[in-house]
């Protein structure tokens, strides 16, 4: 049903600003796989929002190449280019003369999509955010909470099922819960439509647990590590990226680490009982709040100890050596 | 339940409560001026064709000033908008300035002067003098169209054209109505001055009277050009309800 994710290969992507002295953007090379979400995490200003924007051509390149599976995105007519990528931005920009079913379908109505096909995709995609077409298809932006406008901003973008979806913080601007709630439910999305998107945000935490690589990016929007975020956390390029993880990155990366992934030593049928699809750093969470030696791990084929815990980390320090 | 009722109430003021007041002021004006014994001169003016006749002269020229300012200021805005250059959106705010500033009784006697008198000259000055508010409501109410909501609009695709006629105007309709209702509640009032380069209008009773001594002609004049005025704000304030993009 849904088209998978292409490649994109920026290649000595350059911008820079009449009458600046320094390049917004220096010298960016960056290859996407098919099916890849990836992040550009770097502070306020270093140039990741304007490098995606140059991707859809919102920002013009001042040189360098931008390829979507094999094809010159500079050779294209920016607003035919626009309508195959999908877009969502922190302020979401839903139309609010329109309702959310018109928002959605603007995208097949530039394309010329006809009627019947425009409306079954809007109720298609109204599901798919968890939004019932029959409560929220004829209803304005306003009507709608934050967290609602934001999964109706994400379904506008999907509308034509473009291979490449580019979205700069669009979870940015949503309380804690809701943000939550949101990943969680885009994490699912994705792993059933497997676009191929770039994803821009300044929260490391959101970047560690979306991405499938991410891009940490110093000045002038400069690559100071690409690569997944177990091996970031594990082995941070330099002091820069060591900073910008901040601490707790061993409790960030346990989050990371499945239990399914350690061995475990014997069930104690006394202790307290974790998921057995959790995450170390739930088991870890289980051990301080209740005091326990040690947690079972439910379905009873084992439990953990801090000390499994700590190898388990130690173990995924050099993940490269190791394999 | 109830806050709709109320609304719907106070909707309902709002649409009648006008009209009914007018109404009565003109019931009362009558009223008082059957209660009158009118002099020949008095009766010269206060006669129905001749009511009728001055105030079909001042609504014309009130009408087709604001018809021709919407057509002439409405796409001047949009295009000093769209130029997006400081100097060129300075010099049509400057000109709408101009125009507004200077004294229109001035502009109609002038233009009298250098042109002939008549309804195309009075035509002409309530055009240049009402010509700003419109403008300038254009061009405001483009300029604050939320970007985030323009940029998501080219983000995914449609032409500058496209993102002007399906954004841009429906979201600025409510200021350029707003800028348009300004021009026509002006141009009642200006239209008065027609009267001196003999182009007609209620502005007729108003000197008249005042001219020969005759203050129930003066008053007459007066509120009828304030019934007009009120009426067709009135009327514009209905159509603006009606225009208006939902959602907003």
Redesign the interface.
């Known amino acids: 049903m849904s088209e998978p994710g292409v490649g994109i290969e920026l290649s000595h992507v350059t911008k820079l600003y009449a009458g600046q002295q320094q390049a917004a953007v220096e010298d960016f090379s960056l290859s996407v796989d098919p099916g890849e979400l990836v992040m550009f995490v770097g502070p306020s200003g270093c140039g990741k929002t304007t490098t995606m924007k140059m991707i859809?051509r919102?920002i013009e390149p001042s040189s360098g190449s931008i390829t979507i599976d094999g094809q010159d995105v500079l050779s294209l007519d920016p607003?035919?280019?626009?309508?195959?990528i999908g877009?969502v931005?922190?302020?979401?920009?839903?139309?609010?003369?329109?309702?959310i079913a018109e928002n959605i379908a603007?995208?097949p109505k530039?394309l010329g999509w006809s009627r019947e096909r425009t409306n079954n995709r809007v109720d298609e995609l109204l599901r798919t955010v968890q939004l019932d077409p029959a409560v929220f298809a004829h209803r304005?932006?306003?009507q709608l909470s934050g967290g609602q406008q934001q999964r109706v901003g994400v379904a506008?973008?999907l509308a034509a099922d473009p291979p490449v979806m580019?979205m700069d913080e669009p979870f940015g601007a949503t309380d804690p819960i809701t943000r939550q709630k949101l990943q969680a439910e885009f994490l699912k999305l994705q792993a059933d439509i497997g676009k191929t998107i770039i994803f821009v945000t300044h929260d490391f935490d959101e970047a560690v647990r979306l991405g499938d690589r991410i891009a940490v990016l110093g000045e002038r929007s400069r690559i100071e590590q690409f690569d997944t975020p177990a091996n970031i956390l594990a082995n941070p390029a330099n002091d820069y990226v060591s900073s910008f993880i901040g601490h707790g990155a061993g409790l960030m990366r346990l989050a990371l680490i499945p239990i399914s992934d350690v061995e475990l030593d014997a069930p104690d049928a006394t202790a307290p009982a974790v998921d057995a699809d959790s995450s170390l750093r739930d088991a870890l969470d289980l051990l301080m709040v209740t005091g326990a030696e040690r947690v079972n791990v439910s379905g009873g084929e084992g439990s953990l100890t801090h000390a499994r815990i700590s190898a388990a980390l130690n173990k995924a320090r050099h993940p490269v050596e190791a394999s | 339940m109830t806050a709709l009722t109320e609304q719907r109430a106070r909707l309902g003021l709002k649409r009648f409560g006008t009209p009914f007041a007018v109404v009565v002021v003109l019931a009362v004006l009558f009223l008082w001026l059957g209660s009158l014994t009118l002099d020949s001169i008095e009766e010269r003016t206060l006669n129905t064709s001749y009511l009728v006749e001055r105030t079909q002269e001042h609504l014309i020229l009130t009408v087709a000033s604001s018809a021709l300012v919407a057509l002439l200021a409405i796409p001047a805005g949009i295009a000093a908008y769209r130029v997006r250059s400081k100097a060129v959106r300075a010099f049509v705010i400057g000109l709408g300035n101009i125009g507004q500033a200077t004294p229109a009784v001035g502009v109609v006697i002038l233009l009298a002067i250098v042109w002939q008198t008549g309804f195309f000259t009075a035509l002409i000055s309530l055009v240049a003098y009402c010509f700003l508010p419109v403008l300038r409501n254009t061009l405001t109410g483009l300029e604050q169209v939320d970007q985030a909501t323009r940029e998501a609009a080219r983000g995914m695709g449609m032409t500058p054209r496209q993102v002007l006629w399906r954004i841009e105007l429906p979201l600025a309709s409510p200021v350029i109505l707003a800028g348009l209702r300004t021009a026509l509640v002006f141009s009642v009032g200006v239209a008065t001055i027609a009267t001196f380069i003999n182009a007609g209008g209620l502005g007729d009773m108003i000197v008249n009277g005042l001219k020969l001594q005759r203050y129930p002609v003066i008053v007459v004049g007066a509120v009828l050009v304030a019934a007009i005025a009120v009426l067709i704000d009135w009327a514009a304030g209905l159509v603006e309800d009606l225009v208006r993009p939902r959602g907003l």
């Open positions: 859809n919102i607003n035919e280019l626009r309508r195959h877009y931005i922190q302020q979401i920009g839903l139309f609010p003369h329109m309702t603007t995208v530039l304005y932006p306003k506008r973008a580019l």
